[in-house]
T-cell receptor
């Protein structure tokens, strides 16, 4: 059974610092990895996607993937109070039309 | 592109009634849509995969006779919660895959908060 694990937090980070969010997954055959941001009472919003080992940068966000360790992370540089949210790691086995398996999410708090 | 519209955003109903939730892909065609449920402080759980023109595929433990899914067109999927009970109170979210370069990404509707009294 596919599992996606995240530390639920809360993770508290001072404004301007780097927030580091981690995720592990159980299915070695997983191919696609996503980070979503979810504000309370709202639906998830796609932040980053990553498919191959290494780093992928988009603005203040960097996704890191290590398939050998079955580990994916999200770094948020220059953290802002508006970054405070729950960050969901999601994994898709293969391509196609399968639904995603989500982790429980990490609650991130950026302290002004 | 890849906007998914979902409504209603909030429903309050009495126990025993049925509730229909609509999910529309506004600027693309979605042959497959997904329905998720999220309880407070919990992760999203996939309920079913909705396939245009065919029967939905339900995840283990999800009652197909209680959660009726219809995907009659390439832009519309509906979820009907039949004979709703308080334990069905949850946040229901639909999603769809984008097209072309966005095909591997899921885009979510705004969600429906269902409260059954």
């Amino acid at each position: 059974q596919k599992e996606v694990e995240q530390n639920s937090g809360p993770l508290s980070v001072p404004e301007g610092a780097i927030a580091s969010l981690n995720c592990t997954y159980s299915d070695r055959g997983s191919q696609s990895f996503f980070w979503y941001r979810q504000y309370s009472g709202k639906s998830p919003e796609l932040i980053m996607s990553i498919y191959s080992n290494g780093d992928k940068e988009d603005g203040r966000f960097t996704a890191q993937l290590n398939k050998a360790s079955q580990y994916v992370s999200l770094l948020i540089r220059d953290s802002q109070p508006s970054d405070s949210a729950t960050y969901l790691c999601a994994v898709n086995l293969g391509g196609g039309a399968d639904g995603l398996t989500f982790g429980k999410g990490t609650h991130l708090i950026i302290q002004p | 592109g890849a906007v998914v519209s979902q409504h209603p955003s909030r429903v309050i109903c009495k126990s025993g009634t049925s509730v229909k939730i609509e999910c529309r892909s506004l600027d693309f065609q979605a042959t497959t849509m997904f329905w998720y449920r999220q309880f407070p402080k919990k992760s999203l759980m996939l309920m079913a995969t909705s396939n245009e023109g065919s029967k939905a595929t339900y995840e283990q433990g999800v009652e197909k006779d209680k959660f009726l899914i219809n995907h009659a067109s390439l832009t519309l999927s509906t979820l009907t919660v039949t004979s709703a009970h308080p334990e069905d109170s949850s946040f229901y979210i639909c999603s769809a895959r984008g097209q072309g370069a966005l095909a591997e990404k899921l885009f979510f509707g705004s969600g429906t908060q269902l409260s059954v009294l």
